[in-house]
């Protein structure tokens, strides 16, 4: 009997507070577009977002593509720049050894 006491009013509480939360409410017809919408735009977005970063990249691929190019242009050219330089350093060098046996060979003529 005492147990039942207790329990009546617990069952009656439990019964209230139940009757009183709040139930997932529905969305409208409208609710629903508007939300479909809502995710739509935000997948419509990233599309974008993705299709501009290719956009940027091709870009980017072709400027670096003129600059490789650009830049074997001046290989080349610093390449025979080298070139040209050591044969300079060369024909110096073989002048110069030339023209001071060419002295010391006359030095020797003036001293016998």
Known sequence: MNNRMFLT?????TLIVSA???????LSFGEKIQSESSETAKIGKNWMKGENLITDGNQLVRDGNKDIQRGEKL??????KVDKGD?????GTRMKNEAEEIYKEKARENEA
């Open 9 to 13: 009013p617990l069952f009656i509480v």
């Open 20 to 26: 009183c939360s709040p139930q997932p409410k529905e």
């Open 75 to 80: 290989l080349s050219k610093g390449e025979s």
């Open 87 to 91: 044969a300079m350093i060369k024909k």
